[in-house]
């Protein structure tokens, strides 16, 4: 996310959408504890990283790595918490 964002609404956003990945019972199964958001881990010059944890099955981590991508992605753009400026995304 752009530095200088709302970095409390950002994590709070995160959050959610890891909560709902932990709450969807099709991918329910494959995780094996709640989403821990560990807090802001570092600041750039354009740029914040939030970072949290989520335990997984290990035959299922790349996947549910990239669907809680793909919704922390949506949410964050839902919120309206612009990018970092010259961002591409992954």
């Given at each position: 996310?752009a530095?200088?964002a ?8 995160v959050?959610?959408a ?9 991918w329910?199964p494959?995780l094996?504890d709640e989403?821990?958001i560990?807090?802001?881990?570092g ?5 914040a990283t939030?970072?949290?944890g ?5 035959s299922?981590r790349?996947?549910v790595?990239?669907?809680?991508r793909?919704r922390?992605?949506?949410?964050i753009?839902?919120?309206g918490?612009?990018?970092p400026?010259?961002?591409?995304a992954?």
């Amino acid at each position: 996310m752009a530095r200088g964002a709302d970095l409390p609404l950002a994590t709070r956003t995160v959050d959610h959408a890891a909560q709902a990945l932990y709450q969807d019972e099709q991918w329910r199964p494959w995780l094996l504890d709640e989403p821990e958001i560990w807090g802001v881990e570092g600041l750039g010059p354009a740029s914040a990283t939030i970072r949290l944890g989520l335990k997984t099955r290990p035959s299922k981590r790349d996947e549910v790595a990239r669907e809680l991508r793909a919704r922390v992605d949506g949410a964050i753009e839902q919120a309206g918490i612009r990018p970092p400026s010259g961002a591409q995304a992954t």
